[in-house]
C-alpha cells in the first residue's frame, strides 16, 4: 500500500511524509501525480521518447525558472518528471532500465 504527499508529489511506504513531515497521508490514489526522476535536459529527452513509447503519460517540469536558465544555458536545465501513481510502477521501470549503472538486467516478462 502506497500513500500520496499532495504537497510533495511523492508516492510513500508510510503514511507520513519523509521529506516535509506531512501525517495521515491518504492513500495513493491512480490519477494522483507522483514525482518519478529529475534528470539533465539531454537525459530528459531521452527519457520523455521511451516513456512515449511506452505510452506512459507524464508531465516534465524545468527545475530552474525560464530567466535562470537563459542564464546558465539550457546544458544546465534540469527537468522533474511526474507520472500518474497508475504508471508509477511501469515509469520506475523504465528509469532504472535507462540509467540503472549495472547494466545487466534481468527480464522477467
Ligand atoms: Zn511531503
Given at each position: 500500500m502506497k500513500y500520496y504527499c499532495d504537497a510533495c508529489r511523492k508516492a510513500i511506504?508510510?503514511?507520513?511524509?519523509?521529506?516535509?513531515?506531512?501525517?495521515?497521508l491518504h492513500a495513493a490514489e491512480p490519477d494522483d501525480l507522483c514525482f518519478l526522476t529529475e534528470k539533465e535536459q539531454i537525459l530528459s529527452g531521452m527519457l520523455a521518447d521511451v516513456l512515449k513509447q511506452n505510452e506512459v503519460p507524464f508531465i516534465g517540469e524545468n527545475v530552474l525558472g525560464a530567466g535562470v536558465a537563459l542564464k546558465v544555458g539550457p546544458m544546465f536545465e534540469r527537468v522533474r518528471f511526474y507520472v500518474f501513481f497508475n504508471n508509477l510502477s511501469v515509469a520506475e521501470k523504465i528509469v532504472e532500465e535507462l540509467f540503472?549503472?549495472?547494466g545487466e538486467n534481468t527480464d522477467d516478462n
Amino acid at each position: 500500500m502506497k500513500y500520496y504527499c499532495d504537497a510533495c508529489r511523492k508516492a510513500i511506504d508510510t503514511d507520513r511524509c519523509p521529506v516535509c513531515g506531512k501525517t495521515r497521508l491518504h492513500a495513493a490514489e491512480p490519477d494522483d501525480l507522483c514525482f518519478l526522476t529529475e534528470k539533465e535536459q539531454i537525459l530528459s529527452g531521452m527519457l520523455a521518447d521511451v516513456l512515449k513509447q511506452n505510452e506512459v503519460p507524464f508531465i516534465g517540469e524545468n527545475v530552474l525558472g525560464a530567466g535562470v536558465a537563459l542564464k546558465v544555458g539550457p546544458m544546465f536545465e534540469r527537468v522533474r518528471f511526474y507520472v500518474f501513481f497508475n504508471n508509477l510502477s511501469v515509469a520506475e521501470k523504465i528509469v532504472e532500465e535507462l540509467f540503472s549503472k549495472g547494466g545487466e538486467n534481468t527480464d522477467d516478462n
